[in-house]
């Protein structure tokens, strides 16, 4: 099994000393982040003195902005041409990435693009022209860079944010690297410790600063979590109509574990002219993209889906998570509840459970060290 061993000594409890650019610092906190939190404490001091980095951290809203308030303090923005290459495996946490290094760096005037597929090579072309970060998935930064639409002889800075599943893309990984410079700096963010990380680090790291996980718990900090014993179908879409309509709620996502279940709730919250919509892992990628679009501009504000791809850290203004079903893998329960979020906004989340499934959460909770608690009779209390 593979193992990694910190060698992190620092934690540092204020983004001021960090060190960081005075513009730097007026975007994070006009992101209303008050104080760095979990990896973030760890991780941004030892990027920004120019070290590689590998850090075993859940890939959420910290070792996002943890990554990118890294890469903006970096990089020189006086200076035009790409001087970060930054690899996610998805197309939706490319275009969250870009999102983030974009209100973090709205300061700082710097030019960052999402480079994914199925976009015109055309569009991709005129967004690499003036680009200083360019974030993309494997194939379609290999693609521009091979091509010479993405220039990368000026990159110091390479990161990559979800190691841990390539999915077959570690030989894409390292035909970027070979691209760079050889002596750009390198980072890498992993939920868990795996071959494939080690040997990245191994094969293209110097003397990386190494940072292991830390709890769970300690990044789920602030999430209310709450079951509802429901005993079928019926009874789970009763009080789904009874949660819409005695709270105010900005957004909510609903996880389901099938498509059948998705169309059974969409289904029964349109016809009560409820504002949902659904997506479902088997969509094409324009309606998808469409999907996301609508649910970020506040175009509808009931998302049901089957696909833990579409996270809480992507959409601000989610205040409620519901799993339709019960969740047994620890792992992902805690993505589902979003864990590290990045946004002071609290949420909660409800999970529905048959009486016959206490105990599965119950190994959750004792999983995770978090608690989950009845749901109270008032729902306004929650």
Known sequence: MASLVDNCSDDVETYEDFGLKEDLLRGIYSCDHERPHGVQRRAIMPIVRGRDVVAIAPSDGDSSAALMIGVLQRIDETVKGCQAVIVTITR??????????????????????????????????????????????????????????????????????????????????????????????????????TAA????????????????????????????????????DDEKLAF????????????????????????????YLRQR???????????????????????????????????????IQYFHNVALIINFETITEPEEYSRRAGRGRLTTRNHAVINFIASSERESLTRVQENLGIEVEPLPESLESI
Do not use: W
């Not at 819409?244 to 389901?256: D, F, K, P």
């Not at 479902?280 to 649910?295: P, S, V, Y």
């Open 240 to 267: 789904l109509h009874k949660i819409y309509t005695e709270m105010n709620i900005t957004q909510s996502i609903i996880y389901c574990r099938s498509n059948r279940h998705v169309d059974l709730v969409h289904e």
């Open 273 to 311: 002219d409820f504002p949902v919509e659904a997506l479902r892992a088997n969509m094409d990628q324009a309606q998808i993209d469409r999907t996301i679009k609508n649910f970020r501009t506040g175009a509808f504000r009931m998302l049901v889906t089957n696909t833990s791809v579409f996270r």
């Open 92 to 193: 939706e946490s490319a275009l969250y990435l870009l999102e983030v290094v974009t209100q973090l760096g709205r300061a700082l005037n710097v030019k960052a693009g999402a480079f994914v597929g199925g976009e015109p090579v055309k569009d991709s072309a005129k967004t690499a022209r003036d680009c200083q970060i360019a974030i993309g998935t494997p194939g379609r930064l290999k693609d521009l860079i091979n091509r010479r639409i993405l220039v990368v002889d000026g990159v110091k800075f390479f990161a990559c944010n979800d190691l841990h599943s390539p999915r077959g893309m570690s030989g894409d990984i390292d035909d970027i690297v070979s691209a760079l410079r050889k002596d750009s700096q390198k980072v890498a963010f992993s939920e868990s410790v």
């Open 197 to 232: 990380v080690t040997g990245f680090a191994d094969r293209n790291m110097q003397d990386p600063v190494r940072i292991a996980p830390q709890p769970i718990a300690i990044t789920m900090a602030g999430i209310r979590q709450f079951y509802k014993e429901t005993e079928n």
